[in-house]
Nanobody, 118 residues
C-alpha cells in the first residue's frame, strides 16, 4: 500500500488549506487514516485521525479549526484546515493503518509542507 498526499502550500495567518491523501495498492482494508505533523526541532504529533466507522479525534490545538474526512470508496482522507496559525507550520504526513491478509500494517505518505506566515 502506498499513500500519495497533496495540497500543502503557503498561506497567511487566518487562511485555509485542504490536504488530500489517497491509498493505492491491492488486497487491503483500511482500518484508520489520519494526519500527523512535524515542525522543525519537534517530534511528530497527531493532528487528526478517523478510524473506519468511528468518530474522528483531534489534537486539542486544532479542534474547531481543522476537519478530517474520509472517502472510504476511494480510500482517501482529507484535512480541511481553517483559521491557520503560524504555529501550524510543519510538514504534514498522511498515515494509514490497514489489514492485508492476516497482518495489520502501517504506512506513511511522503509529507507535504504547510507554511503559515503572520
Amino acid at each position: 500500500v502506498q499513500l500519495q498526499a497533496s495540497g500543502g502550500g503557503s498561506v497567511q495567518a487566518g487562511g485555509s488549506l485542504r490536504l488530500s491523501c489517497a491509498a493505492s495498492g491491492t488486497m487491503f482494508i483500511i482500518n484508520s487514516m489520519g494526519w500527523y505533523r512535524q515542525a522543525p526541532g519537534k517530534q511528530r504529533e497527531l493532528v487528526a485521525a478517523m478510524p473506519t466507522g468511528i468518530s474522528a479525534n483531534y489534537a486539542d490545538s486544532v479542534k474547531g479549526r481543522f476537519t478530517i474526512s474520509r472517502d472510504n470508496a476511494a480510500n482517501a482522507v482529507y484535512l480541511q484546515m481553517n483559521s491557520l496559525e503560524p504555529e501550524d507550520t510543519a510538514v504534514y504526513y498522511c498515515n494509514a493503518l490497514y489489514s492485508t491478509g492476516y497482518r495489520n500494517r502501517e504506512v506513511w505518505g511522503q509529507g507535504t509542507q504547510v507554511t503559515v506566515s503572520s
